[in-house]
């Protein structure tokens, strides 16, 4: 109940809905200078949400920093959490083009590659909620990893879990029939670390983080960073979804 209700309701307490909502309400609002007030703070706050400086210094301080890969230690497990792994919606599914996190499977993949994780747990189910698909996210990504010389004995699925937390707990299940006391790294995006580290910690796990597909840009101030851009709005609801989600986790116990 909890997953479907996080899912029905998110949108309208993301940086999206906050907009829609304050459009509405300025269209229903009869009075001229209340309407003027209420338009005025929605071009602000889109403005805000759009700027690639305000997001920049967010992400700064939310994510994980990024490691690079001939410094991490070997590992015997290395954990990938799906979720916009794979365009899986795709109309050519034998393309296995990567979705909008398909650094994390390149970036397991090249761990691997390098020997720095010796087995792939792949942690995530189907996500839908009306309609079930008959292949999955983590199918598509079995099928990445295969097709690049991935041993298929060195590759572990979960397929049942829905949210992070379930990540954590049926992750840990898997662990301690085939992995017990082995040293873990947890693959995720940079922006979601926060609560997935969390989660695992929750379980008892003791893991080691690698972030992938960084929000936060390392670079010099220049006045691009004040002009808006959409795709900086994606970002900034993604950090917020995040931000709401680690806040709703804690609340729940989850963390």
Known sequence: MFYILSKLF?????????????????????????????????????????????????????????????????????????????????????????????????????????????????????????????????????SFLLQNNTRREHIHLESLSRNTSENAKNTADLLSKKFKNESCLLITSGYHMKRADACFKKQGIAVTTFSTNMLYESRSLDVYDFIPKASTFDDFNLLYKEMIGVAAYKLMGYI
């Open 10 to 142: 998110s949108f309208l307490i993301l940086p999206t809905g906050i907009v829609l909502i304050l459009v509405l309400i300025m269209i229903k609002v009869k009075n001229h200078t209340k309407r003027k007030w209420i338009g005025f703070l929605t071009v602000s706050l889109t403005y805000l949400f759009s700027m690639p400086l305000f997001i920049n210094e967010i992400a700064k301080y939310w994510e994980y920093p990024q490691m690079a890969i001939d410094q991490v230690e070997p590992h015997k497990v290395g954990i990938l959490l799906t979720g916009g792994l794979i365009d899986a919606d795709t109309k050519f599914p034998n393309n296995i083009g990567l979705g909008s996190s398909g650094d994390r499977l390149w970036q397991t993949l090249h761990l691997y590659q390098k020997g720095k994780i010796e087995h792939i747990v792949i942690s995530g189910g189907d996500t839908s909620i009306l309609t079930k698909k008959k292949k999955t996210e983590i199918d598509y990504a079995l």
